[in-house]
Antibody
Framework: QVQLVESGGGVVQPGRSLRLSCTASGFSFSDFGMHWVRQAPGKGLEWVAVITDDGSHEYSTDSVQGRFIISRDNSKNTLFLQMNSLRSDDTGTYYC???????????????WGQGTLVTVSS | QSVLTQPPSTSGTPGQRITISCSGSSSNVGGNTVNWYQQLPGAAPKLLIYSTDQWPSGVPDRFSGSKSGTSASLAISGLQSEDEATYYCAVWDDSLNGPVFGGGTKVTVL
């Protein structure tokens, strides 16, 4: 079965950087678009970034553009989110998720990790 | 502030039918299929309805989706206590060239 395991979360000071990883198994990782979705404490879901199956195209929400970079290593079945210049409003649980479609990206995510908590605080 | 508008909360009694709305624009709901996610307390979200009215394997047909113009709806028939959760609509937005969530609707079973 599909498994997505996030790591790399923790407490970090404002302005610093953090790199999240998501290790995938149970499916052909290189065939599917992948997503990062976050949720601030007590708030709703927010799509952070999306990357195509081959890594050739990416999308990121306005609030993280220029600060966060999504990437993937298909040889290692791993998705990354490099987060720079972190702010307090980046605090939340970050979920790694798999697109339902092969060779495409969409708003249909059919598998989620358990999430990793990022806390930005001095 | 999301480009998709949902009511913050709704409630119903066991067995009742409730609906949740998701209002958007021509660049998202009006031009693309709508998806719905269920998030139980303390859990990761789960895909509940995709492509406006399709069920992933294992989702009961008490849940149904529909769309008209720039608005979509999720209906829950035969409401059960385990349906108490927050529900999010999600659509690809052609103007943003990316996916967006609605603000979420918390369902309480009285």
């Amino acid at each position: 079965q599909v498994q997505l395991v996030e790591s790399g979360g923790g407490v970090v000071q404002p302005g610093r950087s953090l790199r999240l990883s998501c290790t995938a198994s149970g499916f052909s990782f290189s065939d599917f678009g992948m997503h990062w979705v976050r949720q601030a404490p007590g708030k709703g879901l927010e799509w952070v970034a999306v990357i195509t199956d081959d890594g050739s195209h990416e999308y990121s929400t306005d609030s993280v553009q220029g600060r966060f970079i999504i990437s993937r290593d298909n040889s290692k079945n791993t998705l990354f989110l490099q987060m720079n210049s972190l702010r307090s409003d980046d605090t939340g649980t970050y979920y790694c998720a798999k697109d339902r479609h092969q060779y495409d990206t969409s708003a249909q995510v059919d598998s989620w990790g358990q999430g990793t908590l990022v806390t930005v605080s001095s | 502030q999301s480009v998709l508008t949902q009511p913050p909360s709704t409630s119903g009694t066991p067995g009742q039918r409730i609906t949740i709305s998701c209002s958007g624009s021509s660049s998202n709901v009006g031009g693309n299929t709508v998806n719905w996610y269920q998030q139980l307390p303390g859990a990761a979200p789960k895909l509940l309805i995709y492509s406006t009215d399709q069920w992933p394997s294992g989702v009961p047909d008490r849940f149904s989706g529909s769309k008209s113009g720039t608005s979509a709806s999720l209906a829950i028939s035969g409401l059960q206590s385990e349906d108490e959760a927050t529900y999010y609509c999600a659509v690809w937005d052609d103007s943003l060239n990316g996916p967006v969530f609605g603000g979420g609707t918390k369902v309480t079973v009285l």
